[in-house]
T-cell receptor, first 115, second 113 residues
Framework: AQSVTQLDSQVPVLEEAPVELRCNYS??????LFWYVQYPNQGLQLLLK??????LVESINGFEAEFNKSQTSFHLRKPSVHISDTAEYFC?????????????FGPGTRLSVLP | DAGVTQSPTHLIKTRGQHVTLRCSPI?????VSWYQQVLGQGPQFIFQ???????GRGNFPDRFSARQFPNYSSELNVNALLLGDSALYLC????????????FGQGTRLTVV
């Protein structure tokens, strides 16, 4: 079974500053990794995912995450945040069969971007 | 195209009552999964249905049940509601069993009083 740790429950950051949201996972098998974003009173939106290939994956709105197998991490980074990035961010892991029952979410990190 | 739609958006129920939540997947998607998100936590898997058959069940009591209809829409039923069932219930839709391309609805906020 997989598990996900997001050590930072809350991350306040000033607008235009860089940010890193940490995600570590545990698994005995090969995994797929995901970052989802949840804006207030909304469902989850897929931000980016790692399935295979390049360990650095990017989203269309400037976020990137790097899969580090040796450190079992998939940290999310953005070089310059905007007020609109304020949201809850969830890291998720699944085994490569990737069925719903194998999809495990972390507890989430609340990113607050301050003016 | 419509995304994943869930109804109702909000619901208040009393302990011991029964509740039915509904989900319509994206057109052409045959898989629906249900997740429970308690305040301050990540979503937890409840059920996955694919082609009208249950294909996965999370660690939830038998008070939770679900089904999928011929048009691939789905219902989640919860009997004998407890205060601890208060949560955001999310539905995810995908074309196949895999969640690599899953899309989530806005959720149903259930409050049990």
């Amino acid at each position: 079974a997989q598990s996900v740790t997001q050590l930072d429950s809350q991350v306040p950051v000033l607008e235009e500053a860089p940010v890193e949201l940490r995600c570590n996972y545990s698994s005995s098998v090969s995994v797929y990794l995901f970052w989802y974003v949840q804006y207030p009173n909304q469902g989850l939106q897929l931000l980016l995912k790692y399935l295979s290939g390049s360990t650095l994956v990017e989203s269309i709105n400037g976020f990137e995450a790097e899969f580090n197998k040796s450190q079992t991490s998939f940290h999310l980074r953005k070089p310059s945040v905007h007020i609109s990035d304020t949201a809850e961010y969830f890291c998720a892991v699944s085994d490569t069969e990737n069925y719903g029952q194998n999809f495990v979410f972390g507890p989430g990190t609340r990113l607050s971007v301050l003016p | 195209d419509a995304g994943v739609t869930q109804s109702p958006t909000h619901l208040i129920k009393t302990r011991g009552q029964h509740v039915t939540l509904r989900c319509s997947p994206i057109s052409g998607h045959k898989s629906v999964s249900w997740y429970q998100q308690v305040l301050g936590q990540g979503p937890q898997f409840i059920f996955q249905y694919y082609e009208k058959e249950e294909r996965g069940r999370g660690n939830f009591p038998d008070r939770f049940s679900a089904r999928q209809f011929p048009n691939y829409s789905s219902e989640l039923n919860v009997n004998a509601l407890l205060l601890g069932d208060s949560a955001l219930y999310l539905c995810a839709s995908s074309s196949g069993l895999a969640h690599t391309e899953a899309f989530f609805g806005q959720g149903t906020r259930l409050t049990v009083v």
